[in-house]
């Protein structure tokens, strides 16, 4: 009995099963090892040289606008008795800021990767389920309901949402040429179509009957864009954008894109004019805010880390291969002459 039980279980007679298949084990030399370290350093150096290089030809223009300091452009703003206000950031461009140039903003010292500051919102009303508008999610609170009313989008994360304003002017003969700023397609593809809905209904205003906007709104969520009534709702672009939580405390999100006009290839040199609308506070935990110009290239945008950190891994395999090198030369086995 016990040998019929010892046959069923035995594996195939099979070179798989067996562990008979033909095997090969690489056998490394100082003449394979030294070469391999050589091209993979000279290889990475190569790699880095061209990854900086092209960093520092990405042209970037950045601005704090906090108005922190008395002597700041925004200081008269940054009250928060202060309501509706405008201030303007002038600079001057010496050469062509190549196109196409995109338009940031940036917050310090905003953590909106807090676990629970990023849970607040209702996912069900932000896909477009009715049913959530009157009822919103518990995780809201307590920007939950205001006054008893039900507030769409609920949470702490869309209350939030960055409101400060920008246009962009440019000094020509003396008169103020608006910079047309394109703001189609700047959010996710994936936020755009799958994950964040419009609820079913027109106009739009309808399908929000009997809620109210978030606290911190100036406008409720079907009225966010007054110029185009395909960019309202939880697909406006500003709203996504928002959305997409930074992991850092210290992020920039993308405002618009200059590529339009007689600004497709970038911004020519000269005078201009930013005027910012100010109004969303951040002097309450020490947060800053700045706008940033920027181009970008085959690489994406203005990063000096990765092309050191090939230069640095390139330039350690050199030396370790030359290390090796002296080691071998001078401590060679006898069986290897």
Known sequence: MSKEVGTENRPDNTAFTQQRLPAWQPMLSAGIVIPGFVLIGLAFIGIGVALFVTSRNIQVLERDYTGVEKDSFCYGCSDLKVKNCKCNLNFTLDKLFEGPVFFYYGLSNYFQNYRQYGNSKDANQLSGDKEYFLEPDESCAPYERDGGVPIAPCGALPNSMFNDTFKLYQMVNGTRVEVPFDGKGISWWTDYNIKYRNPPGTPLKKAFEGTTKPP??????????????SNNGFINQDFLVWMRRAALPDFRKLYRRITEGEYAKGLPAGKYTLVIGYNYPVRAFNGKKKVVFSNV?????????????????????VVMSIVMLIVYAKFKFPDEE
């Open 297 to 317: 290239s085959w690489m994406g945008g203005k990063n000096k880390f990765l092309g050191i950190a090939y230069l640095v891994i390139g330039s350690m395999c």
């Open 216 to 229: 911190f709104w100036p406008r409720p969520a079907y009225e966010l864009d007054t110029t185009d009534p």
